[in-house]
């Protein structure tokens, strides 16, 4: 059973920088393509960025382009989001998700994590 357990996230002002971190475990890592969402207060939850299984291809969302950087370690079984210059609306939960496939989906994830509280502040 492919579990996904997100950690990282916390309060930071608007500016700063944060890293989310997902660990993967229950399936073998390289299979899956791995990808963030979020979600704020009262919008549908969105899809922000994604990686490949190799790794050597992303997908970003157009609002997150040029301050957040998603990347994987196959050997440790993790995803990483990179974010920086966050601003306040990027406050929301963030979401790691995976599909058994080699395709760069922005919806229809099959595992889901319980996801990591980001709260930007002015």
């Known amino acids: 059973q492919v579990q996904l357990m997100e950690s990282g996230g916390g309060l930071v002002q608007a500016g700063s920088s944060l890293r989310l971190s997902c660990r993967f475990s229950g399936d073998t890592f390289n299979a899956f393509t791995l990808a963030w969402f979020r979600q704020a207060p009262e919008l549908d939850r969105e899809f922000v960025a994604g990686i490949n299984r190799d790794g050597d291809a992303t997908r970003l969302a157009g609002s997150v382009k040029g301050r957040f950087t998603i990347s994987r370690d196959n050997a440790k079984g993790t995803t990483y989001l990179q974010m920086n210059n966050l601003q306040l609306e990027d406050t929301a939960v963030y979401f790691c998700?995976?599909?058994?496939?080699?395709?760069?989906?922005?919806?229809?994830?099959?595992?889901w994590g319980q996801g990591a509280q980001v709260t930007v502040s002015s």
């Open positions: 998700a995976a599909n058994r496939s080699p395709y760069i989906h922005t919806g229809d994830y099959l595992y």
